[in-house]
């Protein structure tokens, strides 16, 4: 275990509020054990002791936060990631994290880092994936790029997508046109136009249209 996760430790559980952690545990469907610490106090919590380790990725921190059990821990890690460098070698273990203890909150938190490390044929292959959370990374993983977003990438991967019939892919999509379209509603009009989306996926990414 990481020398360091004892800080992480000891900065959370004192703030724990077991009222709030059934909220918070009910809101993921009972998937996953929280202490019931809100993002902002999470955030304030352990600041210090993340701020120190944005000059490299600590995986042992990492996997130590990803072996705990509530799911703090594992928000501590992407926001450790958030800020760390990340590099092209990074990818496949980014990926372990993607498929352990999966679910839509650290998924959705994982894609931007995962974004920033991997090359356009890394998340090629992302988007074939075997596993239905690694391809929800690499349909979100351009998010916020705005006119940096590479849109011959974005429509592959959602093109190898489409059809999928789950929700979390077609919301994911929906997601991903929806944010590019502040940026070229033009294009996200057309992507639309051109191809057969889910009703959902329509929705969603023809909200700002």
């Known amino acids: 275990m990481s020398a360091d996760f004892p800080l992480i430790d ?4 004192p703030l724990a509020d077991p009222a709030r952690a059934a909220g918070m545990s009910a809101y993921q469907r009972g998937r996953f054990p929280f ?3 809100p993002a902002p106090a999470r955030r304030a919590a352990v600041k210090e002791v993340l701020r120190g380790r944005r000059k490299a990725v600590d995986r042992e921190l990492v996997e130590a936060c990803w072996a705990a ?3 703090e821990f594992q928000y501590v ?3 450790h990631l958030r800020d760390a460098p990340l590099r092209e070698g990074d990818v496949p273990w980014l990926r372990s994290l993607v498929v352990r203890k999966s679910w839509w909150d650290t998924v959705d938190a994982l894609a931007k880092p ?6 356009a044929a890394q998340m090629r292959a992302w988007a074939d994936d075997g596993d239905m959370w690694v391809r929800r990374a690499a349909i979100l993983h351009q998010l916020g790029r705005r006119e940096a977003t590479d849109t011959g990438l974005l429509a592959g991967i959602i093109l190898v997508n489409l059809g999928s019939g789950d929700f979390f892919i077609d919301k994911a999509i929906g997601w991903a046109l929806r944010e590019y ?3 070229d509603p033009g294009w996200v009009r057309g992507f639309l ?5 889910s009703a959902l996926t329509r929705r969603e990414g023809s909200k700002y249209l």
Not at 10 to 13: D, F, G, N, Y
Not at 114 to 119: E, H, L, Q, S
Request: charged letters at 30%.
């Open 10 to 13: 000891a900065a959370l559980r």
């Open 193 to 197: 136009t051109e191809h057969e989306v």
């Open 69 to 71: 059990a509530e799911r």
């Open 181 to 183: 379209s502040k940026t």
């Open 114 to 119: 995962v974004g920033r490390a991997a090359t």
């Open 77 to 79: 890690a992407c926001d």
């Open 35 to 37: 202490l019931g610490v």
